[in-house]
């Protein structure tokens, strides 16, 4: 069963930068759809950027331009290296795997991202 571990979340002004790390374990990163997503309070959990099935990435709009998801399958390790940071982007960040095969998803315990104004 594949484990992952978030870290890099912290507090950072307005229109800095963060890069957070997923380390992926007992299983290769490749076999999964990995993603992030995140969960404002009060919110509901929101996809934010994945390497989708058929290949390429995806963002959620509103990140567009400022955040880029990233891969390191010698180190199986997924990133998301986040610029130009808005209070809005404030959230608990999930690191996400989906298991095609077994039709399962996994999350990370997530971390903690604030952008103080």
């Known amino acids: 069963q594949v484990q992952l571990v978030e870290s890099g979340g912290g507090l950072v002004q307005v229109g800095g930068s963060l890069r957070l790390s997923c380390a992926v374990s007992?299983?290769?990163?490749?076999?999964?759809?990995m993603g992030w997503y995140r969960q404002a309070p009060g919110k509901q959990r929101e996809w934010v950027a994945i390497?989708?099935?058929?290949?390429?990435?995806s963002y959620l709009e509103s990140v567009k331009g400022r955040f880029t998801i990233g891969r390191d399958n010698a180190k199986n390790t997924v990133y998301l290296q986040m610029n130009s940071l808005k209070p809005e982007d404030t959230a608990v960040y999930y690191c996400?795997?989906?298991?095609?095969?077994?039709?399962?998803?996994?999350w990370g315990q997530g971390t903690q991202v604030t952008v103080s104004s």
């Open positions: 390497f989708p099935k058929g290949g390429g990435t």
């Open positions: 007992g299983s290769s990163a490749t076999n999964y759809v």
């Open positions: 996400y795997a989906r298991s095609e095969v077994w039709g399962r998803d996994y």
